[in-house]
């Protein structure tokens, strides 16, 4: 099948728009928050900081927080969504779309708020690393919504900003698209609600039929 591309590159996040690990994540800082004897800040709180950088995430919750607690939040974190993380797997239907467009000659790329070791372990867990041609991670760069993550991947691949697009299920994702100079398309089954996602004026998608229609490669679904 000959697909002339929409985009030179399609850049991914992970948590919420690839892996369906929202509510795990969320609890399990709603969980470390309560082990370190902080207040529960609530899991529609806790999903708005998902994609941030671990120090960011953890202050914008909760502002007073004391970083000498830092090891211990994230071991109470690691202990509750690690035992969650083996029984989850990616959305339903996006691991055949993502390999119909590695099929097609589509580049495809991961910007994640994850870590290296994160990731690297997801990859292992859903054997798709090799769809990527590059990945970036939050340790690897600056958090989002800095555009340090998509100018790292643009040196790595040869491509363009302009020549990308972001897909994401936050504002962070979107804002880090803004801030690059990309285009961003939002699926709403992730982590921040539909109406807060419409609010950008891009594209915002219900499942992966619509996804594939806003990239440009419905017709791999035909």
Known sequence: MLLVPK????????????????????????????????????????RSVIGLDWRKAILTLEPDFAFEHYDLFEKAYRSYYLAKERDIGIFPGLEDLLRKMKAAGLRL???????????????????????FEATVTADESAGKPNPLMLQMI????????SQMVMVGDTEHDLWLAKNAGCAAVAVSYGAFPKEELKKWKVPVVDNVPQLASALGVDELLA
Not at 109 to 131: C, E, W
Not at 154 to 161: A, L, P
Request: hydrophobic share 45%; glycine share 12%; with cysteine.
């Open 7 to 46: 985009y030179d590159l399609f850049v991914f996040d992970w948590d919420g728009t690839v892996m369906d690990t929202t509510e795990p994540i969320a609890a399990g800082i709603c969980h470390a928050f309560e082990a370190m004897g902080y207040k529960n800040p609530g899991m529609q709180a806790a």
């Open 109 to 131: 790329a991961v910007a994640t708020g994850k870590r290296r070791a994160g990731l690297d372990r997801v990859f292992a867990q859903t054997g798709v690393a090799d769809l």
């Open 154 to 161: 643009s040196e790595m691949t040869g491509v363009d900003i």
